[in-house]
């Protein structure tokens, strides 16, 4: 393939009407602000689940293989829940569930702090969310963690496959305006997000029952998150301040001359 051919149907950003590129622009604002605010949830809702600050392959493997070394109240608190409780509550919480989650001591100081703190949402009433009402209910959550069920991995999945699927067709339909040479470079940075997702989904999958692939979910979101940085960059780059190649801006010429000496003739 010529990496200096260009498709009859290909159009710049430049070549497209104001309007559109005000279109692409405002959705390429709004999906990179919705990208920042997903990893920070990511980075909230997974680091910590290995009982150290930050976001690491063990925290992976934690949150989809479980751990012998936390239950799953503790990840929870150490993660994604770590701001829901008064800091003192949080390191009674976390002492009592260390020392063995013993039923007299919840009795006397746990109860009051899961009602006033965690009961309007886990009071049973959601399905999808951990029931703490009452001892028999909370006792299940502070066994050994065995990760994620299947249940909410599948519930999940589906989600994240649709949504991110939405996301990266409307990211690389913008981005197929750009202009990139070498084209297979451009074929690349569309592709990749597609298969990090399913690497990513089915990774979850694996890491369940094989921890070692952590590493693999952990690279194809960084994969993904790259994928889409370079759309987003080079699409509001060259939408606005780019200056287009003369022999992509003035390759019509030829056919227009070759079309008036046509009508001359």
């Not at 070549?15 to 920070?40: H, K, Q, W």
């Not at 809702?45 to 493997?61: E, M, T």
């Not at 066994?143 to 599948?154: E, N, P, R």
């Not at 409307?170 to 990090?196: C, D, E, Q």
Request: hydrophobic share 50%; with cysteine.
């Amino acid at each position: 393939m010529n990496d200096q051919a260009i498709h009859r149907l290909y159009r710049h950003f430049q070549e497209l009407p104001v309007s559109m590129r005000t279109l692409f622009t405002g959705a390429l604002l709004v999906l990179g602000l919705g990208y920042l605010f997903a990893s920070l949830y990511v980075f909230a809702a997974h680091s910590g689940a290995d009982a150290r600050p930050g976001l690491s392959v063990d925290d992976i493997k934690a949150t989809y293989s479980g751990s012998a070394e936390t239950t799953q109240l503790e990840q929870a608190l150490l993660g994604a829940m770590s701001g829901m409780l008064p800091q003192q509550d949080l390191e009674v919480m976390l002492d009592w569930i260390r020392e063995g989650a013993d039923k007299k001591i919840y009795a006397d100081r746990i109860e009051a702090i899961v009602a006033d703190n965690c009961l309007s949402c886990h009071d049973g009433s959601n399905p999808h969310l951990s029931n703490l009402d009452g001892f028999d209910n909370i006792s299940l959550v502070v066994a050994q963690d065995t990760g994620a069920d299947i249940f909410t991995l599948v519930r999940v999945s589906h989600i994240h496959l649709f949504g991110l699927t939405f996301i990266f067709f409307l990211m690389g339909f913008i981005f197929s305006h750009a202009y990139v040479r070498p084209v297979w470079i451009k074929l690349v940075v569309i592709a990749l997000p597609f298969g990090g997702v399913m690497v990513d989904i089915i990774g979850w999958y694996v890491t369940k029952i094989f921890t070692p692939f952590a590493w693999v979910v952990l690279i194809a979101g960084g994969v993904n998150a790259l994928a889409f940085a370079i759309m987003w960059v080079i699409s509001m780059y060259q939408m606005w301040f780019y200056k287009v190649p003369e022999h992509v801006r003035d390759r019509h010429l030829g056919n227009v001359d070759a079309a008036a000496g046509a009508d001359r003739g």
